[in-house]
């Protein structure tokens, strides 16, 4: 048998420290909170597995705190990195945190506080589709999503949707599988207008297995009043697919698409077509973030 890979030391001595200081992730996670550093408990579970380590400058400077909540003598676990790794097929790079891209950072990773993100590196978006239903009085009635997932890894068997509603003195939406997915641990906080699900598979994907899965959000009334709909992207997609659907009855006065990644943002005026729906196409796309913005005569 062929011997097996040499542990990373790094992740081991992590993973000791983590033991010896009888924490929890989500305990860590808030101590380090206290100390104005945001880390989240999936990328702590990362680090300490070695199926990814920090690199960016934020990540050494969470490391620095990260070495006084666990009680280690400074640079004991920075000393055991080395230089970066190169970034092989079976490592998961350095991702950004789970809520960098929305405005409230903290109220989202408090949102996913319950909720296993473990796997959603694991699964590469190859197409996502967002259907967005308006109605003849302005309102959000219905979100329609599809998923076509790549399992890059054994053992994927869940997808988590998070959703924000700016306006929180609505209730929030429910959310119901369609396709390929029943409803797991799901949070919702209507002070922060935010929504948090598993959505769990029929069984864990194997490597490079694919599943196509489908959810609908309902709201209910009173219904918020729609101004604007954009996708989060954490991890890259392959296809992007938003498409807006405005009752015939009540067309909106002006439409812009905005996208933004790390270095840049694009805005664009789009106009209806003959269905009174708008839609947009973005290909290889994120981390950023895709949607659209309208105003009302």
Excluded at 53 to 58: I, K, S
Excluded at 227 to 242: I, Q
Aim: a negative charge; glycine letters at 6%.
């Amino acid at each position: 048998m062929p011997p097996e890979p040499n542990p990373d030391p790094f992740a081991t001595a992590l993973r000791a420290a983590i033991a010896r200081r009888g924490l929890g992730l989500h305990r860590i996670r808030e101590h380090l909170r206290s100390r104005g550093v945001t880390v989240s408990a999936a990328t702590l579970s990362y680090w300490q597995s070695g199926r990814s380590r920090p690199e960016r400058h934020e990540s050494l400077t969470a490391l620095h705190h990260l070495e006084e909540v666990l009680a280690v003598p400074q640079g004991t676990l920075t000393a055991l990195l080395g230089p970066p790794r190169p970034r092989g097929l079976h490592r998961v790079p350095e991702l950004p945190e789970i809520g960098a891209f929305w405005p409230a950072p903290t109220d989202v990773e408090d949102a996913v506080s319950d909720i296993d993100t473990t796997w959603d590196a694991r699964l590469t978006r190859l197409s996502q589709h967002d259907t967005i239903h308006i109605g003849p009085n302005r309102e959000e009635l219905t979100f329609v999503s599809r998923q076509v997932l790549r399992a890059n890894a054994d053992g994927p068997d869940r997808w988590v949707v998070i959703l924000h509603l700016d306006e929180h003195n609505h209730p929030l939406p429910e959310i119901k599988p369609l396709r390929h997915c029943t409803l797991g641990r799901h949070t919702t906080n209507p002070d922060t207008g935010l929504l948090a699900a598993e959505l769990l598979f029929p069984k864990p994907l194997q490597r490079n297995e694919t599943i196509i899965t489908e959810h609908e959000l309902t709201n209910h009334a009173p219904h918020p009043t729609a101004t604007n709909y954009e996708r989060k992207f954490r991890l890259p997609v392959r296809e992007y697919v938003l498409e807006i659907r405005f009752h015939p009855t009540c067309p909106p006065a002006t439409i812009t698409r905005h996208t933004t990644t790390k270095n840049t943002h694009h805005t664009e005026q789009v106009h209806l077509d003959e269905l009174t729906s708008v839609h947009g196409v973005a290909t290889d796309f994120g981390p950023g973030t895709y949607g659209f913005h309208w105003t009302w005569p």
